[in-house]
């Protein structure tokens, strides 16, 4: 079949990729003027001792080695220990990452569902109050930072209704579910944990609303620039002079089509989003990936920080594979 | 007359732009029986898709019918609502476009395009309805077989025609318009498609419509010709008659700029272009471009008014 051939070529040309990413980020951090041991051990070690930890996290070879080794290390699965916590990146990243993850999921989900049906609307009643609803609607979620939207909804919400929960993954008198995947809500559901689900849903509903509220606006264009552009096709045309009734031309012969370049811009934005959750993630003290970068780039912890891009880069480059196979599903012309 | 199939009455179709208003059909009125076939014929941008759009009620905004009836079978089509309207399109009248390919929905199988009008006329599945689908297709000489799972983009341009002809002709209506189904083809297609067409809609005995701006065309395959001109009907009249008894200066004009096998001389086109719609000419649309023009052209508009048996034109020399 041709698309396992796509797929292997896809994979291939990603490898390619991410060599690039590591290379370019292994010079970037190593350029930069600063001292890792200096800041691991504060500024008046002895020498010895600062010989020593050189020694002891490799920075004493010549900068090729240096990175020759970190390639063999990322070849087995191995992205260095780090400087900060002293464990393996990589278990590093296998706990935070779920955190990102399920948060993305959940506003990405959120903004996949408002966006298309806004765009729909915008587009079906095309210059009527509900276009100019939506689009007013998808503009102040872009326009409003997120920091910010996030706080508000905290002081509403929490602060001043009580009706949701402020910070934190779980309340602190909940039992937390066993660790499987290491995302509360699936591993809760897995475990039957229900006081845990429970628990979890409510406090991530905040913190994926502000996510996906922001990334609303842009599903909501496109999809809307789409539709109106199908809407006008011949075919539509011609499924209206079949007799179609009006749902079936938008749901079943217009969105199909509509949706294909609306595929590629959930993609973007979901990489988006599980790339820059921090600040979601700092307002509401959530224990994910992007914090956990962005306190390595402040402790200068190198392996740390470039473990966290290359495995940013490669789940954006899969998120990109996947969106391609999506393509392939909804427009038969791909697949040729 | 009680065949009368379809009657359009002072048809107006506006389409509003930023320029103005386009009046793209202006008191349009015309008759056709059953089991005729009336060929609409005219330049681009005289309002012949417009009025076979308009009969289909598929003027969208900016365009709007601001007057006049289409009765079809005693009901006047611009009173009905979306709900009835539905009821009509597809099973009791149909179309097929000028472009096939992409007036096919690309990301559907042939077979479910089709199956999807069987189903609705006769009240079943779409998967039940495949049935019948291969017999459409094997009525247009297609592979059912094949030609059920391609998607349109592999299908060609006279294949994918052939896949309308059969979807349109797949429920048997009543009335079908063809808008200019050949003109996206190549010549030989072309002659394939028409006799198709023809061969089977004598079968069925449908009321055809067929819109072209390619008078030999309508000449072999319409009982009746229909000219326009700039959103009006200029002349209306069986195809025997109109070719060998042109009463319109517009009609003989045309038919002079037939380019004919063996003739040496200069083609004669009519000279001028198609007035601009949003501001036509006064009185008769044809006026500045007509040899004949008399003072009461540029003032009073004629009427379409039989000038002998059957034969109807619109022009102030004939009274």
Known sequence: ?336 | MNDVLLEVKNLRVVFHTYRGIVQALDDVSFTIHRNERVGIIGETGCGKSVTSLAIMRLIEPPGEIVNGEIIFEGKDLVKLNENSLNTIRGKEISMIFQEPLSSLNPVMKVGFQIGESISKVKNISIKASQKFVRDALKAVDLDPERVVNLYPSELSGGMAQRVMISMALSTNPKLMIADEPTSALDVTIQAQIMNLLDELVSKMKNTVILITHDLGVAAQFCDKILIMYAGTIVEFAETKELFENPLHPYTKGLLKAIPKVGNKNKIVGIPGSVPDLVNPPRGCRFHPRCPFAMEICKIEKPTLKTESQDHLVSCHLYR
């Open chain 1, 1 to 336: 079949m041709k698309l396992g051939n796509y797929i292997i070529k896809r994979s291939l040309l990603m490898l390619l990729v991410m060599f690039g990413v590591v290379a370019i980020v292994f010079a970037i951090v190593h350029v930069i003027p600063a001292d890792p041991v200096g800041a691991l051990l504060g500024g008046n070690a002895p020498p010895a001792v600062v010989d020593r930890m050189k020694e002891q996290l490799g920075l004493n070879k010549p900068l090729f080695i240096q990175f020759i080794d970190y390639i063999w290390g990322v070849i087995h699965g191995n992205l260095g220990n780090s400087i900060q916590s002293g464990r393996p990146v990589v278990q590093d990243i296998m706990e935070y990452f779920p955190v990102t993850l399920q948060l993305s999921i959940v506003a990405i989900f959120i903004s996949i569902i408002l966006g298309i049906f806004l765009g729909i609307f915008s587009a079906v009643y095309r210059n009527k109050w509900i276009d100019h609803f939506s689009r007013i609607f998808s503009i102040l979620g872009v326009s409003m930072p997120v920091f910010w939207t996030g706080l508000i909804l905290l002081l509403v919400f929490y602060y001043i209704l009580g009706w949701l929960p402020g910070t934190g993954q779980l309340s602190l008198f909940v039992i937390p579910p066993e660790r499987i995947t290491g995302m509360i809500l699936v591993d809760s559901l897995l475990t039957g944990n229900w006081e845990a689900f429970w628990n979890g849903l409510r406090h991530i509903i905040l913190p994926a609303a502000v996510l996906g509220y922001a990334a609303t606006a842009s599903i909501a264009r496109i999809t809307r620039a789409s539709m109106l552009d199908v809407l006008t096709q011949d075919y539509i045309r011609t499924a209206k002079a079949k007799g179609m009734s009006k749902k079936v031309v938008i749901y079943r012969h217009a969105l199909k089509n509509a949706l294909i370049p609306v595929v590629t811009i959930i993609g973007l934005t979901f990489g988006g989003l599980l790339e820059g959750a921090v600040l979601t993630e700092t307002v509401f003290g959530l224990p994910g990936l992007g914090r956990y970068i962005v306190n390595a780039l402040l402790n200068l912890d190198y392996p740390a920080i470039m473990g966290g891009t290359l495995f940013i880069a490669l789940i954006y480059s899969l998120v990109n594979l996947s969106v391609d196979l999506i393509y392939a599903m909804l427009d038969p012309r791909m697949r040729a």
